[in-house]
């Protein structure tokens, strides 16, 4: 896949208000892959049209993903990206709402941009698919500011969505679980909470 097909993609999927990573979160993800040779396996929870599930095997060629996305639509648009771009073999769709999914598959990396009120559910769902060493990495802690700064936003049900992150981001931060880092320059704000027991 060429860096113009996938920035065509992420441009494309902008225009139609499609949420996609911000750069600097992908290349976060990227160098991540690059540093962690051990990160094989991965879970994405929410697809969108397939960017940054591109961009993640597109590090290194022993890179295996399931992603899943809630949206019919937009899975079936991603099925069709990942195939034009050469990675159906690596890069596996599924439909349906995350916290009903099973699998006995185990992950090195479990990717979490979806439903930003439903982060913990999500992780206590997934925690199974995990091993010691398992690095969790969510996007949008930030959302646009307002998470800490409340004032930037009018909007009830934006404000209700932001205190939802800020309490996760707290309990993540204070999960015994977890060794959490919170990049809140990156992207729209990125944590990577690495399972330690």
């Given at each position: 896949?060429?860096?113009d097909?996938?920035?065509?993609?992420?441009?494309q999927?902008?225009?139609?208000?499609?949420?996609?990573?911000?750069?600097?979160?992908?290349?976060?993800?990227?160098?991540?892959l690059?540093?962690?040779?051990?990160?094989?396996?991965?879970?994405?929870?929410?697809?969108?049209v397939?960017?940054?599930?591109?961009?993640?095997?597109?590090?290194?060629?022993?890179?295996?993903?399931?992603?899943?996305?809630?949206?019919?639509e937009r899975?079936?648009?991603?099925?069709?990206?990942?195939?034009d771009?050469?990675?159906?073999?690596?890069?596996?769709?599924?439909?349906?709402e995350?916290?009903e999914?099973?699998?006995?598959?185990?992950?090195d990396?479990?990717?979490?941009?979806?439903?930003?009120?439903?982060?913990?559910?999500?992780?206590?769902?997934?925690?199974?698919?995990?091993?010691?060493?398992?690095?969790?990495?969510?996007d949008n802690?930030?959302?646009?500011?307002?998470?800490?700064?409340?004032?930037?936003?009018?909007n009830?049900?934006?404000?209700?969505?932001?205190?939802k992150?800020?309490?996760?981001?707290e309990?993540l931060?204070?999960?015994?679980?977890?060794?959490?880092?919170?990049?809140?320059?990156?992207?729209?704000?990125?944590?990577?909470?690495?399972?330690?027991i």
């Open positions: 896949m060429s860096d097909e996938l920035n065509r993609l992420i441009r999927a902008r225009d139609h208000q499609i949420p996609v990573m911000k750069e600097e979160g992908i290349a976060f993800l990227r160098q991540l690059q540093e962690r040779e051990e990160i094989q396996k991965i879970l994405e929870v929410g697809t969108a397939g960017c940054s599930s591109m961009e993640m095997a597109s590090v290194r060629e022993d890179i295996m993903i399931d992603t899943l996305e809630l949206d019919p899975a079936q648009q991603a099925v069709k990206n990942i195939h771009c050469g990675y159906s073999d690596r890069i596996f769709v599924h439909v349906g995350a916290a999914y099973i699998t006995m598959a185990v992950y990396l479990i990717f979490i941009d979806a439903a930003k009120s439903q982060y913990g559910r999500y992780t206590e769902h997934f925690m199974e698919n995990s091993h010691i060493g398992t690095l969790f990495v969510y802690l930030s959302f646009h500011g307002i998470v800490d700064d409340p004032a930037l936003s009018h009830r049900s934006t404000l209700q969505m932001t205190r992150i800020r309490e996760f981001r309990h931060l204070n999960d015994k679980r977890f060794h959490t880092i919170f990049y809140e320059e990156i992207g729209d704000g990125v944590a990577a909470a690495e399972r330690i």
